[in-house]
């Protein structure tokens, strides 16, 4: 038997680290978490849904997912990124982080419309008030898993922001550190079953490994806080 997700590309690391440990197989789409719930509600089949808490809780509301299987993950910080072996720059105040910003010849991050980290991200810059002067080097995607991946093709001098479990998964990028206090966002994910679930007792056991205590270590590796 398949399990089949729907869920937040931050998710996707712990998912298929737990999967691979249980030898439970599962399939999946991961992405924005505008986008992926837009296809849940649209009635595409899946057995666990992963995203914001709140998303979670506004469906668990409506009955859409099983109210009582509804778990946390965890908090995961949105945070900036460089390539790996590119200088690491100082993001601690706002001042250092706007410097960092107008250095980058390519800034990465997500979807600014239906991302979590990308929409924020775009009003971090609007804050900083440099939204217009950096907007040539913008390079947007889908989600901030494609994001981390092409920035670590680059050439350039470039600085990504995304969540920070999709940064820790992907190779070539390093992790610089959470947006600094004032700018931040950490964001609180969870799993539930799909009330239409075809099979909910095996979705079921797998949201309690996923977000359960043998688990802890693994989502912490992650980057969930």
Do not use: W
Not at 28 to 41: K, N, P, T
Not at 64 to 92: E, F, K, M, Y
Not at 143 to 158: I, L
Not at 164 to 184: H, S
């Amino acid at each position: 038997m398949i399990l089949n997700l729907l869920s937040a590309g931050a998710a996707h690391p712990i998912v298929h680290t737990v999967a691979r440990n249980a030898g439970i197989e599962v399939q999946g789409s991961f992405g924005a978490v505008g986008a992926i719930l837009e296809r849940f509600q649209k009635g595409e089949a899946c057995d666990v849904l992963i995203l914001t808490r709140q998303q979670v809780d506004a469906l668990a509301a409506t009955g859409d997912v099983i109210a009582d299987s509804v778990s946390d993950l965890g908090r995961v910080a949105t945070s900036i990124a460089v390539r790996a072996g590119q200088p690491q720059p100082d993001i601690s105040t706002a001042e250092a982080l706007r410097d960092a910003l107008y250095a980058a010849e390519g800034i990465y991050f997500p979807d600014p419309a239906k991302a979590t980290a990308g929409i924020h991200f775009v009003q971090v810059l609007e804050k900083l008030g440099i939204h217009e002067d950096v907007r040539a080097g913008l390079q947007t995607f889908p989600n901030g898993a494609t994001a981390m991946r092409e920035m670590a093709q680059s050439k350039r001098r470039c600085l990504g922001c995304t969540q920070a479990t999709e940064i820790l998964a992907t190779p070539g990028v390093t992790l610089v550190g959470p947006l600094p206090a004032g700018y931040d966002l950490v964001t609180q994910y969870a799993a539930a079953v799909n009330s239409r679930a075809p099979n909910v007792k095996a979705a079921r056991s797998f949201v309690a490994r996923l977000a359960g205590d043998t688990s802890a270590a693994n989502r912490a590796a992650a980057g969930f806080l």
